[in-house]
């Protein structure tokens, strides 16, 4: 019995030894601060170690263009279902929510120039207007092409079927504005394509996949296409 009181004192002595163990290596020790604790409450997301999320720049590329280039992006229609988008310098030109997309071409005519003192706004919507190459009239399309500007900028997108309505000089407008893939273009062929009025070469920027009942990703349709880049402004003297 006597010895209740000693051992009582060597439990209180153990515990509060025990107790400041665990508090010091909670706390990271003398001058740490509460580094510990704080990282059981820290979430993955919020964690210095999480990676960090990508920066988009215009039109959702993955970095920015040089400068006197203009950012451009481009999806096709997925089938008869989605319709194509067009966008240029962060300003969608042509998409379903601005209703001015439809069955057939999507065309955004754009002035490529950059003018001296101000005079034009290179990247500039000079007019976009949807043309149907199944049902409608060929004619339309061409006085929208034939009179285009030298240094015009004309970005292509199709949706549902591109070429039915397609004749010889519909082909030779749009090889002469550099396209590389218009006379194969055929029947609910996929097709994005950036040109230019006066271009020298063929474009760069034109991808073209062919209606497969071997290779569609749609019952009926090939998959929709994606293209993004950079083109260069073109200067004029004033």
Known sequence: MRLAGPLRIVALVVTVGLTWIVVSILLGGPGHGFPRIQQLFISPENSVTAEPRARKYKCGLPQP????????????????????????????????????????LNIALVNGFHLPLDLGVSGELIEARAFDMWAGDVNELLKFIRP???????????????????????????????????????????????????????????????????????????????????????????
């Open 148 to 238: 285009l500007h030298e240094g015009t900028l004309v970005f292509v997108a199709s949706y549902d079927d591109p070429a039915t309505k397609m004749n010889e000089e519909t082909r030779k407008l749009f090889s002469d504005l550099g396209s590389k893939n218009v006379k194969e273009l055929a029947f609910r062929d996929s097709w994005v394509f950036v040109g230019a009025k006066g271009v020298q070469n063929k474009s760069p920027f034109e991808q073209h996949v062919k209606n497969s009942k071997h290779t569609n990703k749609y019952e009926g349709w090939p998959e929709a296409l994606e293209m993004e880049g950079c083109i260069p402004r073109k200067t004029t003297a004033s």
């Open 65 to 104: 263009c040089p400068e006197e280039h203009l950012a451009f992006r481009m999806v096709s229609g997925a089938a008869n279902v989605i319709g194509p988008k067009i966008c240029l310098e962060d300003k969608m030109l042509m998409s379903s929510v601005k209703d001015n997309v439809g069955r057939g």
